[in-house]
């Protein structure tokens, strides 16, 4: 259903009620995080990965498993830099995120620039 909407309800499925799943697990996922680890680490966590992807993906299923990715390697990062360096958790986890998004936009940027030559 989160891949062609429209071929779901082709075959029947309740989209409708899909949708409302989704959107109620989405929104218990940031109350809970925003409760457990503070408004700008969940922001980062639920924001910046997919974003990061979409510069260098093109699909949605290719979008979604690279930010899965980007979002666990960002995370572990951050706890080890946090570690290492005496930083506080969020804000290098917050940090590793913005540096892969520079990077990746980056990386977009010299694809597109390569693919027009």
Do not use: Q
Not at 3 to 19: P, S, V
Not at 44 to 57: G, K, N
Request: proline letters at 3%; hydrophobic letters at 55%.
């Amino acid at each position: 259903m989160t891949f062609d909407e429209e071929f779901a309800k082709a075959t029947g499925t309740n989209a409708g009620l899909y949708n409302i799943i989704v959107a109620v697990l989405t929104a218990v996922t940031v109350v809970l995080g925003m409760r457990m680890m503070g408004a700008l680490l969940i922001s980062s966590i639920i924001i910046f990965p997919p974003l990061t992807a979409m510069r260098v993906c093109r699909s949605y299923f290719k979008v979604t498993v690279c930010s899965a990715v980007i979002s666990v390697i960002c995370f572990l990062l951050g706890i080890i830099l946090s570690y290492v360096w005496e930083t506080p958790s969020g804000a290098s986890i917050v940090c590793v995120n913005i540096l892969s998004f520079g990077l990746f936009c980056l990386i977009g940027r010299l694809r597109i620039k390569t693919r027009f030559k």
